[in-house]
Every structure is written in structure tokens, then in C-alpha cells.
């Protein structure tokens, strides 16, 4: 009896976690359906390569400021609740840029979806990493990216069996993600709140042991109650002794900043949007440009799987060096084939990309920033690294067409190899392991957990172990 309680909770752990990681499905499927219609729309409403840009890119300044304010609804009115305003959000970005009669109204629409975007690329992988055993902390959260990827995938699919119905094909690539969004809503309804936030934020005890101990079935009684303890404490001392700006939390910051910096600066995000365009620079028609699309979600989703298998094996920074690695041969053969007219190589430097981006930034960005801040600053430093994010992800939107349009493919790919260069650099100077490690634990071993800044020692140990 012991053991098929044990088993329930599991499966309740596992169900929760996919359940909000869909958040992340409704992200890949919002972001990348764009790229089967952004031609079409170009052309429809007679767009410049300025408001094509502004077109494109409204839905990742939406994120920008989603990423931005989204910690405050997530604490204010718990990490559930917010989970199913962002399938609201998406609900209506879908419907309204299906029906868009106008550019302006089309930006309106999509800037709608961006907020859901943004706010979920804080709540979903926060609500996943606080309901979460640190030994199933990285597959579990890791849940958000994959559903990112699988939403991607069915973008992409989805645009290639909707491209051939007629003139009005991007409406229905558009408002087809109407559905799922609907299904996600009441899926969240049946969502526990985080444990976390009952007992540091609402100070409900008895609801928060209860979910600790329903997430987690091997622990004790003495041992649930060691761990509400200790979430008591952080939450009762962090946030009141130390602002989020400071020296104490200097080290984090950075992280978060520089693996958001360095994930939009490979250009994923460009080649993603822009994939059938770039497959068509290379000789291929239209209608296989857009399969070869889809292949780069097969290839996404694959790779991603991989990297979930592996993050709480090898850990998080082992798969940062292999996606750095990975990026900078990728990019850079493409580079050298675009330069040499060598065409026919690209689809696969393409695919090699995007496997290599999944395995290592794709599996690990989301994961890593919801560890590292302590808990009473773990929704703001989520808003910032996800910040961060969106805003370099709407630049890179917003002035890629115009780039391309400047430089040939040859230089736009060889900069973003560069600056994976730069990356592996970044992870071998300063990027810590945290597989495996409680989140109250890892505030220690980060060498933020002292209470009185003057005390702060400068954390050298875990750099670069």
C-alpha cells in the first residue's frame, strides 16, 4: 500500500510539472508559427523591411515586457493563477491575429501573445523547480523546454499542411493555436500551488507540507519538516536583510544575464523566424523550404530529448560545453559554405545548429535560472534572465531582415559563431554546477546565503567545477 502511494505521488509529481511545462508549448507553437506566414503578410499589406521587422518582432517586445512584470502576478496571486492567465493571453493573441485586418491591429494581436510568452518563461519553469526533488529537478523543469520544441515542431507542421489551402492560409496557421490553448487552461485548474509559495509568501504551513510531501514520497515526516523549516527561514531573512540589486547577489545576476545574453546571440531565435526564407537562400522552393522546416523541429525535438536525459546525469555545465562546441562548428561551416557557394551543406550545418543549441542552451537556460536565486529573489531574477532573453530576442527579430538584407549570409553567420566562441569562454571561467542540490542548499554553495553582506565572502570553489 506503502509503495502504490509512493508510485501516485510520482505520477501526480510528473503530471503537475507537464501540465504547466504546456505553457511552454503554447511559447514554441506562438513563436515559430510566424515564420510560415511572415511572407505572406509582407506582400498582403505591402510592408517595408522596417515594419515587416515591427511586425515580426511585436510579439517579443510583448515579452519583453511580460519577462519584465510577470514576477509580480506570479507572487502576488501564486504561480496556478497565473499559469492560466497566460493561456488566456494566448487564447486571444490567437483568435485576434487570425482576424487582423491591418498591420497595426496584427502587432496589437501578437504583442498580446508576447506577454504570455514572457510571463510563462517565468512562472512554468519556477512553479516546476519549486514543486520538485533536487535529484528530478533538471528532467522536470526540463519538461518546460521540451513542450517549448514540441510546440515548435507542430508549428512547423502545421504551416506545411496548412501552406497549400489558399490565400488566407496564414489565418488559419495563426488561429489554429486556439485549441490548445483552451485545453492548457483547464488542465491548470487541476494544478496544486507551489509549496514554496504557501509557506514563504502566504505562510500556509499545513498546505505547503502537504504538497512537500505528496512531491516528495521517500522524505519522512522529520524531514518535510526540516525542509519547511528551512524554507520558512529563507524566506523570512533573505528578502528582508538584502535588495535584489547588490553585492550579494552579484555572481547570480551575472549568470543569468550572460546565459540569456549568449542564447539569443547564437541566433536561434533568427534562424527559427526565418528558416523557410533561409532554406530558399540556398536554391530550395518554397513548399520544401517549409518541410525542410519542419525537419529542423524534428531535429529540436530529438536533441532535446537527449538533453533532458542527460542534465541530471552529466549536469548542467557538461551540456553547455557541448552545445558551445556544437554551435561553433555548425555556424561556422556555414559560414564557410555560404562563402564558397557550397549550398547544399547548409540544411545540415542548420540541423547540427539546432541539435547542438537543444542539447546545451535549449535544455539548460530555463533550468539554470530558476536555480540559482534564493527564494525570496527567485521570481526577480527569473524576470531578469527571461528579460534579458526577450529583449535580445526581439532585437535580433526586429533587425535581422534588414541585416540580411546588408550583409551576406557568410558574415551574419560567421558573428553569431563568434560569439559562441565567446560563450565557451563564459562557461569555462564561470559557470557553476548545480545538478543534484536542494534550492535552499545551492544559495550556499553559490556564496550568497550570508544574511549580512559585509560577511559575504567572494564564492571561488564551485567556479569552474
Not at 503578410?41 to 515580426?56: D, E
Not at 519549486?130 to 522536470?140: C, W
Not at 537562400?281 to 530529438?302: F, H, R, V, Y
Amino acid at each position: 500500500m506503502i509503495l502504490n502511494n509512493k508510485t501516485n505521488n510520482k505520477n501526480k509529481l510528473f503530471l503537475w510539472a507537464l501540465t504547466s511545462s504546456l505553457a511552454g508549448f503554447l511559447f514554441g507553437f506562438d513563436t515559430v508559427v510566424i515564420s510560415g506566414a511572415e511572407k505572406t503578410i509582407q506582400s498582403l499589406w505591402g510592408l517595408s523591411s522596417t515594419l515587416h521587422g515591427l511586425a515580426l518582432s511585436a510579439a517579443l517586445w510583448g515579452t519583453v515586457l511580460g519577462a519584465l512584470f510577470g514576477g509580480w502576478p506570479t507572487d502576488r496571486f501564486g504561480r496556478v493563477k497565473t499559469l492560466v492567465g497566460i493561456g488566456i493571453l494566448y487564447l486571444v493573441s490567437a483568435m485576434w491575429s487570425a482576424l487582423a485586418t491591418d498591420p497595426y491591429s496584427f502587432m496589437v494581436a501578437r504583442f498580446i501573445g508576447g506577454l504570455g510568452v514572457g510571463v510563462s518563461t517565468i512562472v512554468a519553469p519556477l512553479y516546476i523547480s519549486e514543486i520538485s526533488p533536487a535529484d528530478k529537478r533538471g528532467r522536470l523543469t526540463g519538461l518546460f523546454q521540451f513542450n517549448i520544441v514540441f510546440g515548435i515542431l507542430v508549428a512547423f507542421i502545421s504551416n506545411a499542411m496548412l501552406g497549400g489551402i489558399g490565400e488566407n492560409a496564414w489565418r488559419w496557421m495563426l488561429g489554429v493555436e486556439a485549441i490548445p490553448a483552451v485545453i492548457y487552461c483547464v488542465f491548470c485548474f487541476f494544478l496544486p500551488e507551489s509549496p514554496r509559495w504557501l509557506i514563504g509568501k502566504c505562510k500556509n504551513i499545513a498546505s505547503g507540507k502537504q504538497v512537500l510531501a505528496q512531491v516528495n514520497p521517500n522524505m519522512s515526516a522529520t524531514e518535510i519538516d526540516d525542509l519547511t523549516q528551512s524554507i520558512v527561514n529563507s524566506a523570512n531573512t533573505v528578502g528582508v536583510k538584502t535588495p535584489f540589486w547588490s553585492q550579494r547577489l552579484k555572481y547570480p545576476i551575472i549568470l543569468a544575464f550572460l546565459i540569456a545574453f549568449f542564447n539569443q546571440l547564437s541566433g536561434i531565435n533568427a534562424i527559427l523566424y526565418f528558416a523557410p526564407r533561409i532554406f530558399e537562400m540556398t536554391g530550395l522552393g518554397q513548399e520544401a523550404a517549409l518541410l525542410q522546416s519542419a525537419g529542423i523541429g524534428i531535429t529540436n525535438l530529438i536533441a532535446t530529448l537527449v538533453g533532458l536525459w542527460l542534465i541530471d546525469r552529466i549536469g548542467r555545465r557538461t551540456l553547455l560545453y557541448i552545445g558551445s562546441v556544437g554551435y561553433i562548428l555548425a555556424l561556422g561551416t556555414c559560414a564557410w559554405a555560404f562563402s564558397n557557394e557550397v549550398y547544399a551543406i547548409v540544411p545540415f550545418c542548420i540541423f547540427f545548429f539546432i541539435a547542438a543549441h537543444a542539447v546545451g542552451q535549449g535544455a539548460v537556460i530555463w533550468v539554470f535560472i530558476a536555480e540559482i536565486f534564493p527564494t525570496e529573489h527567485r521570481t526577480t531574477g527569473q524576470s531578469l534572465g527571461c528579460s534579458t532573453h526577450w529583449v535580445f530576442a526581439a532585437m535580433m527579430t526586429l533587425f535581422f531582415p534588414t541585416v540580411v538584407a546588408a550583409f551576406s549570409a557568410q558574415y551574419v553567420f560567421g558573428f553569431f559563431c563568434l560569439m559562441m566562441i565567446g560563450q565557451l569562454i563564459w562557461v569555462f571561467i564561470m559557470v557553476p554546477e548545480t545538478k543534484g542540490v536542494p534550492l535552499e542548499e545551492l544559495q550556499k554553495k553559490l556564496g550568497i546565503s550570508s544574511h549580512n553582506e559585509n560577511d559575504i565572502e567572494p564564492n571561488t570553489k564551485i567556479v569552474g567545477h
